[in-house]
């Protein structure tokens, strides 16, 4: 386990970077910068958000797990054509994104 102090902050960066690109969500890197790395991003005032933006790889985490769900209810749905419970689900997922969406282009 490397020391907080041993990191700098392009080092961590880097990690942050190489994170993201593998496919790890913003709140998934900060855990792994905790438990692997012994990082405390409080007390460096790094946010891992804003290094994400800074190289394009930032997703919005709620926008991507209502995604995420719509596409399983979709795949659901393929095998199971009279779950109505399933489509109410889409519908109601579809809605919220779209509600996210309106929200977040403000």
Known sequence: MVTKTELKIEDVEKIIVESAQKGMTAEKIGLALRDEHGF???KQKIKISE????HNLYVQPDQANYQKKITVLRDHLKKNKKDVNA???IVRLESNLNKLKKYLAE
Do not use: A, G, H
């Open 40 to 42: 405390q991003k409080n």
């Open 51 to 54: 290094v994400l933006k800074k």
């Open 87 to 89: 489509r109410r689900d």
